[in-house]
């Protein structure tokens, strides 16, 4: 036996402000067909408007991840969504919109999070493909680093280090199983520095940034008045933005996932080296034994409760 792809179950629709932009975002999820991964519809403009979410469709990955199509339609800002789809265990959906950013809510995934298992999961006739990493695979550029290892499960091992006091160096493993995102990973939100943002708007990006999307930082000061909702939020925040990003395979990993000082650019191009290596990599049935080594297999409302 194997495992079966899912779709939701309902229609998901949320409304927020673009980090970039800060204009409003209307976004709808709509259940998809086995067969159909994770695609983006730009239903604002006319002509070519869906795009794959896939590893070879990022185009920038400065300030988040973005993906483009043939004719120049993008998305940017994809990320917490495709965490939320990860952790949940969605592998199709259609995600429609009606700007160029997915919209940034709090920061983190939390709110996509409690609409998906709000709006239900649901199995397809069809098995589910799992990507099984066979070999080593790493990218390196100076003193940042990602790597992919085999393993029977997907876990994520990440560091830190910030010369901000308030964030400092931190660093986690999590196995990614069992409910792990929902639970220690979804409500854990997008962090930068005072300095950075002050540079971002001037230079016309980030209007729709502040204190109620991100943890702004300023040396040993945090900005929020609420402060962090767990103390190595930061790392966590990491974590999940990785796991968005390793999304993008286009299938469930099983494998360990290492990085240090990562970030997309570098979750990117690892993917781009390790789908160049073909012998480090298979595609395969999950087996039904695998089922609930997955990221969003498993979920219970306790771990819906304490997502934020």
Not at 6 to 25: A, E, F, N
Not at 84 to 102: K, R
Request: net charge negative; aromatic share 6%.
């Amino acid at each position: 036996m194997t495992t079966a792809q899912t779709t939701l179950r309902d229609d998901v629709k949320l409304v927020g402000t673009g980090l970039h932009s800060g204009r409003p975002v209307h976004l709808t999820v709509r259940p998809a067909p086995s067969g159909h991964g994770i695609v983006f519809d730009r239903i604002d403009l006319d002509g070519d408007s869906r795009i794959k979410a896939v590893y070879d469709a990022v185009d920038d990955t400065r300030l988040c991840t973005r993906i483009a199509n043939s004719s120049g339609a993008t998305v940017s800002t994809i990320e917490h969504l495709m965490a939320a789809f990860a952790g949940c265990g969605i592998h199709n959906a259609l995600v429609e919109l009606d700007g160029p950013e997915v919209p940034i809510l709090d920061g983190s995934s939390a709110k996509f999070v409690r609409a998906f298992l709000a709006a239900g999961v649901v199995e397809l006739d069809a098995p589910l493909k799992v990507l099984r990493i066979l070999k080593p695979v790493r990218f390196e550029k100076g003193d940042v680093w990602a790597e992919l290892t085999p393993g029977n499960e997907l876990s994520i091992d990440f560091a830190i280090d910030f010369e901000d006091a308030a964030i400092g160096s931190q660093s986690l493993h999590q196995n990614m199983a069992n409910g792990a995102f929902v639970r220690e990973l979804s409500d854990c939100r997008t962090f930068c520095r005072r300095a950075d943002i002050e540079f971002m708007r001037a230079n016309g990006l980030a209007l729709g940034g502040g204190l109620e999307n991100a943890i702004v930082v300023d040396g040993p000061t945090v900005l929020n008045p609420e402060g962090f909702r767990r103390s190595d939020e930061c790392v966590r925040h990491k974590m999940l933005d990785a796991l968005g990003d390793l999304y993008l395979a286009g299938a469930p990993i099983l494998g360990a996932y290492r990085s240090e000082k990562g970030g997309h650019a570098t979750t990117n191009l690892l993917l781009r080296q390790l789908f160049a290596t073909p012998d480090a990599w298979e595609l395969v049935d999950c087996p039904a034994g695998f089922a609930h080594l997955l990221p969003g297999a498993d979920i219970t409302a306790r771990d819906l409760r304490a997502v934020g």
